[in-house]
């Protein structure tokens, strides 16, 4: 019994011991520490890659580090505003910059004083050229490229915004071998700001081998109105509808490893020229 005594009272002053080892350790490392000595570093930056002249675009830092400031400047923008924590800068683009690319900069100076070295974002910035009659403007069949498939898209008014008819047909019926049997007329939604977006949806129903199957789609992308005519650049993928994962994500092998299809359309069709379809390895629809 003694022994176990004796043990038990070794082990309780072990453990004192080692807690006000730790304890001096602690209290010795914040005695020496110096803010001054921390070297930062800017860990993480977001922002658009492409911006629009005239409009303003938010920058944000995406870290925290307590008693930091940052500072933001801008080459070929202005710094419109600056959070209250400073962690966010608000971009106006007035001018088209040289290059057309404009140069987002972020420093960081911590609690101590010391100043990191610059992070820059690079934002390229395209002219802006306003819709004269709002999403009107955008009505009629454009071709292109749709889903490695040369196309022709029909878009039609649904006010404010559009209604597309023809996306992902060229690659749903030929390299997914699956007959469209109704649908594929979803919205696109115009923004004022030079972009598009195809809110998650109801695309279309095929046929395969006698069984319906219906799909959905989302996307998003710009549309551009200062060339000889609009045009649109919209990634997308397409759904078995209530799935988590587009076809193009889950067989982005098949596609260069993109997991995205690509819609590239230019209002205005050339008579005779479309659709032609790119080719593509034939395959037989990999059905889940």
Aim: charged share 20%; with cysteine.
């Amino acid at each position: 019994m003694k022994n176990k005594i004796l043990t038990g009272l070794a082990l309780i002053l072990t453990a004192s011991w080692l807690f006000t080892s730790c304890e001096s350790d602690m209290e010795k490392a914040q005695n020496e520490y110096e803010a001054s000595q921390v070297v930062p570093k800017i860990l993480g930056v977001t922002g658009p890659s492409i911006g629009l002249q005239t409009f303003t675009y938010q920058y944000m830092v995406t870290y925290n580090r307590a008693g930091s400031t940052w500072n933001w400047t801008a080459d070929g923008g202005t710094v419109q505003s600056v959070s209250e924590d400073t962690k966010t800068a608000t971009i106006l683009f007035t001018t088209i910059p040289a290059n057309d690319t404009a140069l987002i900069k972020v420093t960081e100076t911590t609690a101590g004083g010391v100043t990191s070295p610059e992070r820059v974002v690079k934002t390229r910035v395209n002219p802006y050229c306003a819709l004269t009659n709002g999403a009107a403007d955008l009505v009629g069949s454009w071709s292109g490229d749709d889903a490695y498939y040369e196309s022709i898209i029909t878009t039609t008014l649904s006010t404010p915004n559009i209604k597309a008819a023809g996306i992902g047909v060229g690659f749903i019926e030929d390299w997914w071998a699956e007959a469209v049997t109704e649908g594929g007329t979803p919205t696109i939604t115009v923004n004022v700001d030079g972009t598009v977006n195809i809110p998650r949806q109801y695309l279309f129903t095929t046929d395969y081998d006698g069984d319906p199957y219906r799909y959905e789609i989302i996307g998003s992308g710009t549309w551009d109105n200062c060339g000889s005519a609009p045009h649109m650049l919209i990634t997308y993928d397409i759904y078995y509808e209530g799935d988590a994962d587009g076809l193009a994500k889950t067989y982005a092998s098949y596609f260069d490893d993109i997991p995205y299809f690509t819609m590239d359309i230019t209002l205005g069709t050339k008579k005779g020229e479309f659709p032609v379809k790119i080719a593509l390895p034939k395959k037989t629809s990999p059905r889940k």
